[in-house]
Each structure stands twice: as C-alpha cells, then as structure tokens.
C-alpha cells in the first residue's frame, strides 16, 4: 500500500534509475580525476594554489608537510556533515564520494613528475583542467570543496549570493598564499582561479548556451510560425496585458541556442520592426521542442 507521498511520486522504471546512477558515477569519477591532474601535475609543483579549502590544504600540506589527499579529505568532513544536515543525502553522498576520489587521485599522482615548471603556463592549463573537473562534480550533483557547502548556508541566511560568499572566501585565501609562497605565485593562483571559475561555468552552462526569448508584437503569429518553420522552435503563445495601455498583448516565448540568435532577430524584423524582443540567458533547458534544425 503506497502512502500519498509515494503515490505523488513518478514511477521511474529501475533500468532508468540504474543508468542514471551509473551516469552520476562516471562523472564524478571523472571530474575528481581531472581536479586531481589539475593539482597534482600542473599547480601544487609549481605552489600555485586553488580557492577554498583546496587552497587552504596545499599551504598547510608545504607547511606542515602533511600529504595533500590526507588534509583534503579532513578539512572537507565538517563541511560534508553540514551539507549533509542542510542540504541532502544525495549532495553529500556525491560529494564525499567526490573528495575521497579526489584525495586518493592526489596520492596516487604526488611521485608524478609535473608537466611544466613555468608557472602561468600551470595557471592557464591547470585553471582549465580545474575548471572542467569540478564542473562535473557540481553539474552531476557534488561538490570538491567545503566553502561551498558554507556559501549555500550563509546566502540562506543573510543577503549575500552564494557567489559573494565564496569570492570574499576565496580572496582571503588566495591572498594568504602570497605570505606563504610568494607574492607572484599568489598572482599566479588568482589567474589559475579566475581561468577555472570562468571554465566551470561553460562546463555547466555548455559551449552551445541557450537563449530564452519574449516577443511582443500584433504579428505574433506571423513571426511564431516563422520561427517553428526557419528555426525548427516550439514556440509558446503567452497571454499578457499593456501597463500603459491596458491592451491584451501575445507574448511569443521561445527558446534558442545563441548561434540562433541573429537570425531570430532577422525574422522578428522582417515580420514587424517595431516588435518588443527581450533575450536572457537560461542555464539549462529539457524537452519539449528543442532540437536542431538548419537555419536557413
């Protein structure tokens, strides 16, 4: 007898919920493998450091002398028990699961010869390894580092973003790194650190960014079909009411790719120069109509 949570719940057939969790896994054995590269092979040899409590590992790990995979997973289980608490199971699953990989990865890697010794050559190639491999983790739901977890907290809390949060985190870190290791590698970690923020982002959003678009215009039908014919779109026809004139508008709602973009701009103004076309971007985007077409 199911209760009425359970019965309020999709039925996912088990081959479905086994290939996705197969899919989570690979992922995040992945990604912990490029983080582990990125810091192993490109920026702890040439004590370059990441953001977060990764950073804060590396400087206590050349100070201390502790291994690095040892402090990464330590420093991170505060953070996992409360990401735990206040996030998910599923989260910090992930995530522990992430780190230890991470850690291990790390181990494995030390006695590995790096690949350059010149320092920006490392922040460009390991920012961009970094970039990609915690990128994974979080788009398949993990995280590589503890401050996170803390930001998620404290936006919940107080009226900082999330991003806010872990920017004021990672510039007190990044700039301890200059008393630690010098005031050029300290440098040299802020531009690995900006190259992998920039490269998480195009890891979650992807290299083909979706656009979403809203039409005003008396010609909504025009340019709609338009749309669905040239751009191969489902378009979504919104009621709406003028603020100024109290008149019922159509609003045209659309998504696309930005490689579509010039040319929706060519149809709208084709159909009705004086059109109303308010374009945003959107992160993620799942089924309906949205597949590729030629445009033409």
Not at 39 to 52: A, C, K, R
Not at 65 to 80: A, K
Not at 261 to 271: F, G, N, P, T
Not at 276 to 292: E, S, Y
Request: glycine content about 10%; aromatic content about 8%.
């Amino acid at each position: 007898m199911l209760t009425n949570d359970e019965q309020k719940k999709p039925q996912i057939p088990a081959n479905v919920r086994a290939a996705r969790l197969a899919q989570r896994i690979v992922m995040l054995i992945i990604g912990a493998a490029m983080m582990s590269v990125a810091l192993e092979i490109f920026l702890v040899p040439n004590h370059l450091i990441d953001g977060g409590i990764t950073g804060i590992s590396i400087m206590l790990s050349h100070i201390f002398g502790i291994p690095l995979g040892i402090l990464l997973t330590l420093l991170n289980l505060p953070f996992l028990i409360i990401g735990y608490k206040q996030i998910g199971k599923t989260f910090a699953l992930s995530t522990l699961f992430a780190v230890i990989l991470m850690s291990i990865g790390t181990q494995l890697l030390h006695p590995v010869a790096p690949m350059t010794g010149e320092p920006l050559l490392a922040a460009v190639f390991g920012g961009v390894i970094l970039g990609v491999g915690v990128g994974l983790v979080v788009r398949y739901g993990g995280s590589l580092d503890g401050t996170e977890i803390v930001a998620i907290i404290v936006a919940k809390r107080m009226p900082f973003s999330v991003g806010e949060v872990v920017m004021f985190c990672n510039l007190f870190i990044l700039s301890s790194a200059g008393f630690v290791f010098g005031w050029n590698n300290a440098m040299f970690s802020l531009i690995a650190y900006y190259i992998a923020f920039k490269v998480i982002d195009v890891t979650l959003e992807g290299l083909d960014q979706s656009k979403s678009v809203w039409i005003i215009s008396d010609k909504f039908r025009d340019i709609g079909e338009a749309l669905t014919e040239r751009l191969g779109r489902g378009v979504t026809y919104l009621d709406g009411e003028g603020g100024f004139s109290g008149d019922n508008k159509k609003v045209i709602f659309v998504v696309i790719t930005r490689l579509e973009e010039a040319k929706l701009k060519s149809i709208v103004e084709d159909w009705d120069s004086e059109a109303f076309v308010a374009i945003g971007n959107i992160h993620d985007v799942k089924g309906g109509r949205f597949k590729k077409k030629a445009i033409h």
